[in-house]
Every structure is written in C-alpha cells, then in structure tokens.
C-alpha cells in the first residue's frame, strides 16, 4: 500500500523534519498566531471579534483554546467585513445556497493565490487514487473560472491526466456517451448523482475503476452498492468552499480522510460547550485557516460530525486521520420524549432502494415524519411507496420505544434524469420551528 501523497506535499510545503507530528503542530500555532496577527490587522469582522485578545499572547494550544469561534450566520449577516485585501484583488466570490427562507446568504472570497493553494492540494489529493494513466470526469461545476471542477482539471493538468469536467449531472445519456467515447474509468462526484448515474447506466458504469464522493454525507449503503456490483473503489473527499473547497481525502487504505494540515488546523469540539473532545470522540468539526488572504477564518464551526481516529493508518502516514464525517448536527433531531433520530439513519434505508430518484425528509410534530418521495419507474411509484413506508415505519418500531409515526407521499421532486439543486445538502425540514437557513 502506497503511504498517502499528501505527507510529502506537507513535509515541503511546511519545511518540517519528515514524520513529525510535534514539529507540525508547531508549525500550525505559529502559523495560527500569524493569521490572528492578519485577521485582526485587516478584517473589521475580526477586529472586533478579537478587539480584547492581542495575537501574541497566545502561546499554546490551551491559549488558542479560548478563542472565539465564528459561525456560519457570521457569514451570512456580515460577508464582506470578513475581507482582508481590496475587493479589485478578490478573484472569485462564491455565493452558496441554501434550502432555507432567510434573505442572507454566505459569501466566501479568494484572491487568486488563495485558489492556487486549492490547486496544489487538488494535486496531491488526487493523487490518493490515480494516476496519469487514468481518465477523469468531473460532475461538478466547472466551466467558470475559479469552480471546483476548473481548479481540479488544472490540478490534473500538472501531471499530464485525462480530465473532462462534465459539470453537474443533467443528461444521463450525454453522461454514458462520454464515458464510453473517453474511455473514463474515474469519476469525481457529488455522491447522490454517482449513485443514480451507476444505476441507469450500468453497462458504462461498468468501465469504471474508482471513484471520488465530495459535498455531502456519504452513505454506507452507496459504498457498498458500487463495491459489489461494479468492483468500483469508493474514495471520500471532505471539503466545503469555506476551506476553501478541499480539506482532506482518503488514501488506499480507505478508512478516513487524511487532512490538508499545511494550510488548515482541524480541532473537534463538544457542540454545546465547545470544549475539546478525545481523540475517538464524535462532535463538531472546526477549522481554521493559513496563508489565506482575501478571507481567513479563525475557529469556523462547520456543523459537521467527526472525529480523529486513534489508530494509526495502515499507508504508515504520521499524519493523522479523521473518520469519516457522519452528517450534519442540524439532521439530527429531537421527537418526543428526547427521542433523537438522525437523517443519516434514513438514508442508510431510502438509498437503498433503487427505483428512488430523491426524498425529503418534513417534521411535521413531535410523533410524525413524512418522507416525500420519487422514483424513476412511476408506474410501480404506488407499490414503491408502502414497501419504503413498511420498512421506514418497521425501523422506528425497533428501535425507538416512543411510537412515531411514518408517512410516505409521492411527490416527482425531480425530473429522472435530473437532480435539481443538488449542490444544497440535504437536510430535515423541521416545521415544529420556522426554517432558517444551513
């Protein structure tokens, strides 16, 4: 097994002695203290959030510790106060939707340096899972400057690799032809689009070798769906544009994303108090950022579910790993009587099934879900729908003493051959409270 490509793209980019976790870590405070230094000199967002904390003062890791953190609604009421350069030197802006009503929405900036570190970790990383032997498609946005499928393809460009940046899946038959003409064996996707590509267009999905799921919660059931029926390898990527697109990826050993650590510090608090967990432990993700310029984040909190693993990964890396993220704080939901019940659970169960085309997932009160739900065979749609609600329903019995509720609608989300949208992760509509945005 080849160790992962990113432990010797860090050792160069950071200038530490090779297999050094203390000099990383020493690396990262200090490059810490420099952005608290660029932040609070240049963001009027962080000059007033770190109005009381002179940078210089924090001299270990307890120190950083007590740092505030910044949140998504941050961004969301105040984007352009978190910009450090003159906006004639931001190179793209990036405006991301959400499923909610709110008016306000995130704004991240990159200059164009900002966007060539993303380019040189795109190098590396993919370097995880092929090589310049292989061909690519990309179903994610690329056609305009500074998108994840353009900074991907001149990623692969440095090393001579077949790309074709597809953008996001519209037209399944346009979709195989190109398979089959570029004779692709590697695709990079957004997870609920591959798996529905894989289940339309088998004989072309047959060519390929591997693929890369990035953007949302991946789904056991989805691995283990392309493992057995295509002999395909399943690479997870866990980035979010206010990482600036990438943030870690899986090596061969496919067990956790090794982090992009020479450009982001990765910590995993308790939600509620925002302390430190153990190593092991699951809890929030949260990253701060170096070296970025238009706009550096310090102590982000991502809403994602994770945590550092504690043994150490079979490529033989010091790197660290962090498991596999497992959805989303804000799918994970309180009914009656302090039953919680998380999203991911329900997508282990619908995903499965695979007439599916999509769902939704409503609240309607504390005993009732409704599953909205679409399939590609509508005639079958009404069979499809008491079987989803059979099973749904049977899950809940099991395991939640509190009695909720299941109901199925049929609903044609999307078109079959189309995923509105798809760049908005999905989530719970909760309707026992007004709905805000991600």
């Not at 302390?275 to 092991?280: F, H, Q, R």
Request: charged share 30%.
């Amino acid at each position: 097994m080849n160790k992962t490509p990113l432990e010797e793209w860090i050792i160069k980019r950071t200038g530490i002695s090779p297999e050094n976790q203390d000099e990383l870590r020493s690396y990262q405070l200090k490059k810490i203290i420099e952005t608290l230094n660029y932040a609070k000199k240049n963001s009027l967002f962080y000059q007033k959030q770190l109005n009381d904390i002179d940078p210089d003062t924090v001299n270990s890791w307890d120190d950083f510790n007590r740092l505030p953190f910044t949140t998504g609604d941050d961004l969301k009421n105040q984007p352009f106060e978190f910009l450090c350069v003159p906006q004639s030197r931001v190179d793209r802006i990036v405006t991301l939707n959400t499923s909610g009503t709110s008016g306000s929405k995130k704004r991240i900036f990159f200059t164009d340096e900002d966007l060539q570190k993303t380019v040189d970790f795109f190098d590396y990383g993919m370097r995880s899972l092929i090589d310049n032997k292989d061909r690519v498609m990309v179903l994610l946005p690329g056609q305009a400057y500074g998108t994840i499928g353009n900074l991907l393809k001149e990623a692969l460009d440095r090393t001579k690799t077949a790309c074709i940046v597809y953008g996001l899946l519209a037209d399944l038959d346009a979709a195989e032809k190109m398979i089959i003409e570029n004779k692709i064996n590697c695709i990079v996707g957004i997870p609920i689009q591959v798996l529905y590509l894989s289940r339309i267009k088998k004989n072309a999905f047959k060519k390929v070798e591997k693929v890369l799921l990035s953007t949302d919660y991946v789904p056991q059931t989805m691995v283990d769906e392309l493992n057995q029926k295509f002999g395909c390898r399943v690479f997870n990527h866990y980035g979010m544009t206010e990482m600036g697109y990438g943030g870690g990826v899986e090596c061969e050993a496919l067990n956790g994303y090794h982090l992009r650590e020479g450009d982001l510090y990765f910590e995993i608090v308790d939600p509620d108090s925002g302390k430190p967990v153990a190593d092991g432990d699951y809890g929030e993700v949260v990253f701060t950022t170096f070296n970025r310029q238009a706009m550096p984040l310090i102590r982000y909190r991502t809403g994602d579910i994770g945590a550092f693993s504690t043994v150490a990964c079979q490529c033989g890396t010091f790197l660290r790993i962090m498991k596999k993220i497992e959805g989303r704080i804000k799918n994970r939901l309180c009914l009656d009587e302090g039953v919680y019940f998380d999203l991911k659970e329900l997508e282990e169960i619908l995903l499965a099934w695979e007439d599916l085309v999509d769902y939704q997932v409503t609240v309607k009160n504390n005993r009732l879900l409704r599953i909205a739900v679409s399939f590609y065979n509508e005639e079958q749609s009404f069979k499809q729908e008491q079987l989803i609600k059979e099973k749904v329903q049977k899950y809940f019995d099991k395991n939640y003493e509190s009695s909720i509720q299941v109901e199925i609608e049929k609903n044609q989300l999307q078109k079959p051959d189309q995923l509105v949208n798809s760049m908005v992760k999905r989530k719970i509509r909760d309707q026992r409270r007004s709905e805000g945005d991600e």
